[in-house]
């Protein structure tokens, strides 16, 4: 069969069990807009592996994904809440306006820009953008391992100059 005609089993299948699936990701929480990328991302996957999966159960592996993307979801989140109220110390006026993750993304993109370029070109891809190890090894044309390994040191300078809370004039951020 043509790929065109594995998109259309695939859209049929969305039809089938997106609403459904959308439903159970707003019931665990999942914003509407995460929920609906963590969708596209799923049915995506569901596709790649279309050829695969197509004469077993493909319902339930776009229901699996989904599930593991939710979970990477919420990991995020409680990774991200637990950074943004270290960020945020000492800024409750903005914080208490709901202001808090433009601080947050202010203070940890003046502390990549002190990164060598390698490893903030890494930290970015790997965890802003959440690329996984292969395709930022893809991306930039270097060793997995090596993407590895600036990731694992790009993050602890990260926490380091974060912990230290300058903004690379000797003060504190404000």
């Known amino acids: ?9 695939v859209t049929a299948l969305f039809a089938l069990h997106g609403d459904s699936m959308h439903r159970r990701l707003l ?24 050829a695969r999966i197509r004469d077993e159960q493909p319902a339930a592996y ?8 939710r979970q990477a979801y919420w ?3 409680y990774q991200d809440k637990e950074l943004v109220e270290e960020l945020v110390k000492g800024h409750e006026e903005a914080y208490a306006s709901g202001d808090e993750k433009v601080i947050a993304s202010i203070i940890v993109r003046e502390a990549l820009q002190k990164l060598p370029e390698r490893q903030r070109s890494v930290v970015e ?28 040191d790009g993050l602890r300078a990260l926490r380091r100059e974060l912990e230290q809370g300058h903004d690379g004039q000797g003060g504190p951020y404000q």
């Not at 790929?3 to 089993?9: A, Q, R, V």
């Not at 776009?62 to 993307?69: G, N």
């Open 1 to 9: 069969m043509s790929d065109e005609g594995f998109d259309g089993e």
């Open 27 to 50: 019931a665990s929480g999942v914003p509407v807009d995460e929920a609906e990328s963590i969708l596209q991302d799923a049915f995506l996957a569901v596709r790649r592996q279309w």
């Open 62 to 69: 776009a229901h699996k994904v989904a599930w593991h993307l």
């Open 75 to 77: 990991r995020r989140v």
């Open 125 to 152: 891809l790997r965890y802003l953008r959440q690329l996984s190890v292969e395709e930022v090894s893809e991306t930039l044309g270097i060793a997995e391992g090596t993407v590895k390994r600036h990731s694992h």
